[in-house]
């Protein structure tokens, strides 16, 4: 075999595996007469899709040539496939399926929950100026397991909204996920901190059998606060410290490139299940 048709044979670049996409990401895409349909192997269009996850390059410069071993797609038919998976919520599913495949390597001793800013450089929807990072930015929450493993986030909102938007919504939103996904939640601790402290929180946390976890916010009242708090466990929030540096290698997700929320949210469940997928590898080893 010549050098240039060895060459040809292997990606330029790859996010996971093979054989993990495969085993872990392949099994969700539909396929039928409405489903998925292409010359060029699945788990190579999903490779294409981690790429610029990963390196957050535009669409129209994806290195197809590289990342085709025989039938190469144009760049556009790459990207209709990623925007009718993601409307379809099929990444959304394949976390769920996979969460659901390995509950053991989640440690749900504790968990908490972190807002994140990201800078919208496109603008598009649910975005909004932020003052305190003096630019348009998207706002979501985010749920990691005691080891740093995000597990679920809330739908996004404009920037110019703080943590406690709408919070009753946005926190059943990221619970129901985990029900969803055969997750339980009864006694479950859960780490906010001070921006978090709302009682419309703590009850809807009650009512779900969770223990909110949440530093008292000194503006809030002159009063003595007499909420359980467990300030070595509060210790313990580092770790989704750890989740926001995970999340933000990816440079898809690090900056929001993408106008529409499907995208957006596409991306960091597939940035998810990157990180889980390379933590289950490191375990089977």
Same mark, same amino acid.
């Given at each position: 075999?010549?050098? /240039?048709?060895?060459?040809?044979?292997?990606?330029?670049?790859?996010?996971?595996?093979?054989?993990?996409?495969?085993?872990?990401?392949?099994?969700?895409?539909?396929?039928?007469?409405?489903?998925?349909? #292409?010359?060029?192997?699945?788990?190579?269009?999903?490779?294409?899709?981690?790429?610029?996850?990963?390196?957050?390059?535009?669409?129209?410069?994806?290195?197809?040539?590289?990342?085709?071993?025989?039938?190469? &797609?144009?760049?556009?038919?790459?990207?209709?496939?990623?925007?009718?998976?993601?409307?379809?919520?099929?990444?959304?599913?394949?976390?769920?399926?996979?969460?659901?495949?390995?509950? #053991?390597?989640?440690? &749900?001793?504790?968990?908490?929950?972190?807002?994140?800013?990201?800078?919208?450089?496109?603008?598009?929807?649910?975005?909004?100026?932020?003052?305190?990072?003096?630019?348009?930015?998207? =706002? /979501?929450?985010?749920? #990691?397991?005691?080891?740093?493993?995000? %597990?679920?986030?809330?739908?996004?909102?404009?920037?110019? !909204?703080?943590? *406690?938007?709408?919070?009753?919504?946005?926190?059943?939103?990221?619970?129901?996920?985990?029900?969803?996904?055969?997750?339980?939640?009864?006694?479950?601790?859960?780490?906010?901190?001070?921006?978090?402290?709302?009682?419309? &929180?703590? %009850?809807?946390?009650?009512? %779900?059998?969770?223990?909110?976890?949440?530093? !008292?916010?000194?503006?809030?009242?002159?009063?003595? =606060?007499?909420?359980?708090?467990?300030?070595? %466990?509060?210790?313990?929030?580092?770790?989704?410290?750890?989740? =926001?540096?995970?999340?933000?290698?990816?440079? #898809?997700? *690090?900056?929001?490139?993408?106008?529409?929320?499907?995208?957006?949210?596409?991306?960091?469940?597939?940035?998810?299940?990157?990180?889980?997928?390379?933590?289950?590898?490191?375990?089977?080893?």
């Amino acid at each position: 075999m010549s050098a /240039a048709k060895q060459k040809k044979s292997y990606p330029l670049y790859q996010v996971l595996s093979k054989d993990t996409i495969e085993l872990e990401i392949a099994p969700y895409i539909p396929i039928g007469k409405r489903g998925f349909k #292409s010359k060029a192997p699945i788990c190579e269009i999903i490779n294409c899709i981690l790429y610029k996850l990963k390196t957050g390059i535009q669409w129209y410069l994806l290195p197809v040539l590289q990342l085709f071993s025989k039938e190469v &797609l144009h760049y556009k038919t790459v990207f209709g496939y990623y925007r009718q998976w993601c409307k379809a919520g099929i990444w959304r599913a394949c976390w769920s399926g996979i969460l659901q495949n390995n509950k #053991s390597m989640i440690d &749900l001793s504790s968990a908490d929950v972190d807002g994140s800013h990201t800078p919208a450089l496109r603008g598009g929807e649910a975005v909004g100026y932020q003052g305190r990072k003096k630019r348009k930015t998207t =706002n /979501a929450l985010y749920l #990691s397991d005691r080891n740093g493993l995000p %597990l679920a986030m809330s739908i996004p909102v404009c920037g110019n !909204h703080n943590d *406690l938007f709408n919070i009753e919504k946005h926190f059943t939103e990221m619970t129901n996920f985990l029900q969803e996904s055969g997750i339980s939640l009864d006694g479950l601790f859960v780490n906010f901190d001070a921006g978090f402290d709302a009682e419309n &929180l703590r %009850l809807r946390a009650s009512e %779900l059998g969770i223990i909110a976890n949440i530093a !008292h916010n000194k503006r809030n009242s002159n009063t003595d =606060n007499d909420h359980y708090f467990d300030h070595q %466990l509060y210790k313990e929030r580092y770790a989704i410290e750890r989740t =926001n540096a995970w999340l933000d290698s990816f440079r #898809s997700v *690090l900056n929001r490139f993408d106008t529409t929320i499907t995208s957006w949210i596409g991306f960091n469940y597939l940035a998810f299940i990157v990180i889980a997928c390379k933590k289950m590898m490191k375990k089977s080893r």
